[in-house]
């Protein structure tokens, strides 16, 4: 393992990472102006660096409107997602509804403006009856073709 | 209520059987002789009498390919037509037309009997059966064809239009 270079080990004494004997070898290290001059530098750069950061602060006219949103927050129940699965529920019955009414009424119209035809029966032996609906112009049609079967 | 007695209630509203008529129903009826001369193919020829069916008849024996390309009318009745009272309607001395009609549904179409007699004479005694009965449900502007039945010269064809 690489041994750490003596700036390291003082960058590391001024982050509080080092052990008691490693700090207290630092210290040591201190009495030569070599090392205190490096640690100076470290000392300027780290509270330069302290003052260009942005504080927060909550001024005391804020601080009634800062509370209540905490309270708000706290006293708030969570939203559960009960109501959008509700919503959904009821969107999706309506819609099979609509489309089931819509289904029926068009095809009643569709009969509406067509003949039909129920029942048609003959008394003729052996006739054949085809009936139908044009679905153009909604003209029904009852054909009797007779097989001349019949005795009558 | 729920979604199925919903359904169920617009359907049973929707194929209700209608309206009993209390006044009179405008009818016309139109017999045609079918019969094949023999013309040039597709060409079809229609008497006088015949423009308010024509359009019906013509697209008929086109869609079904029947020999048929002369028309010609033998008989023609407009009148009004009493609930569930059979009324006349004149074909020739064989075949004799009747129309009764019974109810109208919500959309204005009505509900009848339309029968053709047929007549004949064996042993000097007049003998009749149902050529065709048929129980059709009529709309305003679409016409009831019937149609087939042996004349002693071609087919038979009715057209039966009803009014308001």
Known sequence: MKRPTWQERLERYRDGELGESDAQEVEAMLDAPAYRDYDASLAALSSAARESMPRSEIADAQLPAFMAGIREGVETPQRGHRGFWALASLSTAALIVALSVFSLIMLNSHDAVHTTVEAAASDIEGVEIDTYTDEEDGTAVVWVSDTGSDTW | ?164
């Not at chain 2, 209630?9 to 139109?30: C, I, N, Q, S, Y």
């Open chain 2, 1 to 164: 209520m729920n979604l199925a007695g919903l359904a169920v209630a617009v359907l049973v509203h929707t194929t209700a059987a209608g309206d009993a008529l209390t006044e009179p129903v405008a009818v016309e009826w139109f017999a045609v002789q079918a019969t094949h001369e023999d013309r040039d193919r597709g060409v079809m020829q229609f008497g006088d009498g015949l423009d308010a069916v024509r359009h019906s008849i013509e697209k008929f024996v086109e869609k079904k390919r029947l020999d048929l390309d002369t028309f010609a009318r033998i008989a023609h009745k407009k009148t009004d037509a009493s609930p569930n009272t059979e009324t006349k309607l004149g074909i020739n001395s064989r075949y004799t037309a009747f129309v009764m009609p019974l109810t109208r549904d919500d959309r204005g179409r009505v509900r009848l009997t339309f029968r053709i007699e047929e007549t004949s004479e064996r042993d000097g005694k007049k003998t009749t059966r149902d050529a065709l009965n048929t129980t059709s449900s009529v709309a305003e502007d679409s016409p009831l064809l019937v149609g087939g039945l042996k004349l002693e010269s071609g087919h038979l064809i009715g057209a039966l239009l009803v009014g308001k």
